[in-house]
């Protein structure tokens, strides 16, 4: 009888474990400042090569 109860219990948790990832939802934030936001820069040394020199430029990457 043990046995069938244990059984039944591990049963149910595993069930509920499975239902509960597919009634999750996707929530997306929008907030109304957008056109204020700071631009993330960085600065990114780029390495060529030009007649045989190399040129080594800093160039500014932003998001």
């Keep these: 009888m043990k046995k069938i109860l244990l059984a039944s219990v591990i049963a149910l ?6 239902i509960a990832p597919t009634q999750a939802e996707t929530i997306v934030v929008k907030t109304n400042d957008h056109m204020h936001m700071k631009k993330h820069c960085r600065t990114k040394l780029v390495t060529t090569w030009k007649h045989h020199h190399k040129v080594v430029r800093e160039i500014r990457v932003c998001n």
């Design 13 to 18: 948790a595993t069930v509920s474990a499975a």
